[in-house]
């Protein structure tokens, strides 16, 4: 109970000096809230990316791709395949009719607002069941296209994103020129970083013939898979792979994702060790000038193990200021800033939200206290061994 009593009352007397020192605490502050906030603001970009791509999809639905494909960009599905797809086993039926989309996907170029450089942008070819399998897909303004009609619906990502997509303008696209006539949403998936449109006109607008890019199934239920994959995949007129439409997203953000996330955690760790050194100065500072205050507390009984404690608790004090303060800032403003990216396999881009996430603070200041920690360890510890008779030689 008295060595508790012993730091507190020595931790008090650290912390009602630091207006004393005010300069040098402020940097020690301001180093670790840059470090945390540059942490939390890349790691948020990284988590909100995961969170639009992994939210696309469902577990009873199967995304159809060619065999070899890593995307639906690159994939390939013939009109005498997709014959055999319709009447595979698994499917659920809607209208006594197979819930399967055959789909064109491909990369149309459209400028961004405010740029002077086009970017891609996934434009998909769809039908009237292509909306029946994704029941999340709703029209929020204007409306739907007309089946057999150049007409584009824009999502919602994208819409906010890119100039020339509002109701009524036109855009051309390899010599077709399409009408744009509805924004849709998509619970927030990848989906709304695409534009869409009747698969038949984009089969003739970008010369497919009959050959489609890939196929979204609804399957009866989420153990069909099995039975429908084990079916498509060894059909010898058939040379196509079956996915999970979850884990084919996921897949697809794994690597974007995991690139921002090291890149997060090196610019943080290079910022934290300046923000070390910082600490440290700031705190051999301290300890400079106050070896008497020190050396009297030795030498009325206070002990070593609890001037070391005192500091260190005053160390740990100023970074965590340091960490909230900056995970505050990346929270204020990143935290639902909208941006968009190249995703996985498609060169094109994704429109997404950073999510600053109650995980990504933590770690945030779990950064601060490992900093607070290697910045007031040295100095405590020399204070904790000062000689007494060293530091009242100071007076």
Do not use: C
Not at 25 to 47: E, H
Not at 61 to 82: D, Q, T
Not at 332 to 357: H, I, P, R
Request: charged content about 15%; glycine content about 10%; overall charge negative.
């Amino acid at each position: 109970m008295k060595w508790f009593r012993q730091v507190l009352a020595v931790t008090n007397m650290n912390l009602l000096s630091i207006s004393q020192r005010f300069g040098s605490s402020l940097v020690v502050i301001i180093g670790i809230a840059g470090s945390v906030a540059v942490m939390v603001s890349l790691l948020a970009m990284a988590s909100g990316l995961e969170s639009t791509v992994k939210g696309t999809g469902d577990d009873d639905r199967a995304i159809i791709l060619r065999s070899g494909s890593n995307s639906e960009l690159s994939s390939v599905i013939s009109i005498e395949e997709a014959n055999v797809l319709s009447n595979a086993p698994g499917l659920r039926q809607f209208d006594e009719k197979p819930m399967i989309s055959f789909e064109v996907y491909t990369v149309v170029d459209l400028m961004k607002k405010g740029a002077e450089d086009t970017s891609n942008l996934p434009l998909r070819g769809v039908d009237a069941m292509g909306f029946a399998i994704r029941p999340e897909t709703k029209i929020i303004k204007g409306r739907n296209f007309e089946p057999g009609k150049a007409e584009l619906i824009v999502g919602k990502g994208a819409y906010d994103q890119y100039q020339g997509v509002e109701l009524g303008d036109e855009v051309v696209f390899r010599n077709s020129t399409w009408t744009i006539v509805g924004v849709f949403s998509s619970d927030g998936d990848i989906h709304e970083s695409e534009i869409w449109g009747d698969v038949k006109v984009a089969q003739s607008a970008f010369q497919r013939g009959a050959t489609t890019s890939n196929a979204i199934a609804r399957l009866e239920s989420t153990s069909s898979f099995d039975t429908f994959a084990i079916y498509a995949e060894n059909d010898p007129r058939l040379e196509v792979k079956v996915e999970n439409e979850l884990d084919y997203y996921t897949n697809q953000a794994s690597g974007v994702s995991g690139i921002i996330n090291s890149f997060g955690y090196l610019v943080a760790v290079i910022m934290a060790i300046g923000s070390i050194f910082a600490a440290l100065n700031s705190m051999y500072s301290a300890v400079s000038t106050r070896l008497v205050e020190i050396g009297t507390l030795r030498a009325v009984g206070f002990r070593g193990s609890s001037i070391l404690a005192a500091l260190m608790i005053e160390s740990m004090i100023l970074a965590l200021s340091g960490g909230l303060l900056g995970a505050t800032l990346a929270y204020l403003v990143f935290n639902g800033y909208t941006v968009s990216t190249l995703a996985g396999g498609t060169f094109s881009q994704t429109s997404f939200d950073f999510a600053v996430t109650g995980e990504i603070i933590i770690q945030g200041l779990i950064l601060a206290l490992i900093v607070g920690f290697l910045g007031g360890f040295l100095p405590a510890l020399r204070a904790a061994r000062q000689n007494i008779t060293d530091a009242l030689r100071a007076l």
